[in-house]
DNA sequence: CCACTTATCTTGAATCAGTCAAGATTTCAC
DNA sequence: GTGAAATCTTGACTGATTCAAGATAAGTGG
């Protein structure tokens, strides 16, 4: 993945290609599960004068067209990844909250027939595993 | 559900019983996943002085100790439902934001076993539907 | 290559769910 | 009934995210 990379991206998805949204799409895509806050920090590495206002905005605008993703779980802020489409899903440490991915036991889609959705139509299942990290079960406390 | 079985409930896991307790209790069952400022205003019709904070910290003790449980679907504030340890997973409507619960299809514990899941010692797998209510799919946009 | 339209960005203020803290009350064991 | 400890009230505060207005820059057509 390099700047090219990135320009086509959001050129493909009739995106105008500026400084913060590559900057974003490089910060987010080097640091995976960041919050908004190190994206801002990373985004600004590489552009260092861009407004907070400017990476929520691109975040919200890549995360519509499905370039990044962002993940909330329970009591944590807003995270962001590259890893689209393919739906995998996530552990979060209850204790440090690290994520790590997890690609579905069942296979794809899982889950995703629900046994009786009363009448909603679903579109996706989001599934996250709570647990403790290796870090933090070998370290009591 | 009477208020001597919240009593009942409160005294079981070794609580105090005090009247803002069994307000949110009978209001959280009274109204499954409210969120916390429709829990506070409902616990209000059953005791008119009861502080926000109160509510909080009620929701947050009955939490810990699994007489409530609490939701946060991404965009939406924190809900809490009474229904707990029967490992229901719910469909969230992306349009209104309303929530059903949802009986998981493979069974019990229902995509626990997560396929690598690093390290992780994973004890619960939540899992969220996403989609469109009947209400908002009959009434395009 | 230049001008134009409009999306996008900057700046700075505002919102709002949730939390913190100190002192007053209430619960429950004895 | 009494006392210790948990719980509640009050009121201020935090911090992630959003709103709004004007400035800037991307892409289009000439």
Known sequence: MTQPD??????????RVTRPRL???EAVHAHPHADTESVIAAA??????????AVYDSLHTLTEVGLVRSIKPAGSVA?????TG???HHVVCRSC???ADVDCAVGHTPCLT???????VVDEAEVIYWGTCPECSHRPQ
Request: glycine share 4%.
């Open 6 to 15: 990135f320009q086509q991206q959001l050129r493909d998805v009739a995106l």
């Open 23 to 25: 900057a974003v799409l």
């Open 44 to 53: 600004r590495t590489l552009l260092p004068e861009v407004s907070h206002q």
């Open 79 to 83: 995270r962001y990844e590259t890893r």
């Open 86 to 88: 393919d739906n995998h």
């Open 97 to 99: 909250g690290s994520i």
């Open 114 to 120: 629900a046994s009786d959705s009363h009448g909603f």
